[in-house]
């Protein structure tokens, strides 16, 4: 089992970055990849980023626009989202999940395509 936990969330004016982290720790030898997903209230989770942990393939939406690149460090087992020139439509709960089964890219998308979840970290952006 993997246990996942996010930090970096904050408060941040529009056009402001921020740096999430995904620290995982169990059994994380196991795991095939690592997304990113947010979900504002009122409003179905949505996919952020992905990343493969061996290889280190990434995957984005169109809706992000290329401004969230993903990275990972192997050895402190942890994947960030560099968030750059946020705006306030941002603003969410910014979750990261991880699968241990085998995805091809497009399937990372997808909520369902992850076995284990952190807690969230919130992000907001100011107008």
């Known amino acids: 089992q993997v246990q996942l936990v996010e930090s970096g969330g904050g408060l941040v004016k529009a056009g402001g970055s921020l740096r999430l982290s995904c620290a995982a720790s169990?059994?994380?030898?196991?795991?095939?990849?690592v997304g990113w997903f947010r979900q504002a209230p009122g409003k179905e989770r949505e996919f952020v980023a992905a990343?493969?942990?061996?290889?280190?393939?990434?995957y984005y939406p169109d809706s992000v626009e290329g401004r969230f690149p993903i990275s990972k460090d192997n050895a402190k087992n942890t994947v960030y989202l560099q968030m750059v020139n946020l705006r306030p439509e941002d603003t969410a709960v910014y979750y990261c999940?991880?699968?241990?089964?085998?995805?091809?890219?497009?399937?990372?998308?997808?909520?369902?395509?992850?076995?284990?979840w952190g807690q969230g970290t919130q992000v907001t952006v100011s107008s």
């Open positions: 990343i493969r942990w061996s290889g280190g393939d990434t």
């Open positions: 169990g059994r994380t030898f196991g795991t095939y990849a």
């Open positions: 999940a991880a699968t241990d089964l085998f995805r091809v890219g497009s399937v990372l998308a997808n909520t369902a395509a992850y076995e284990f």
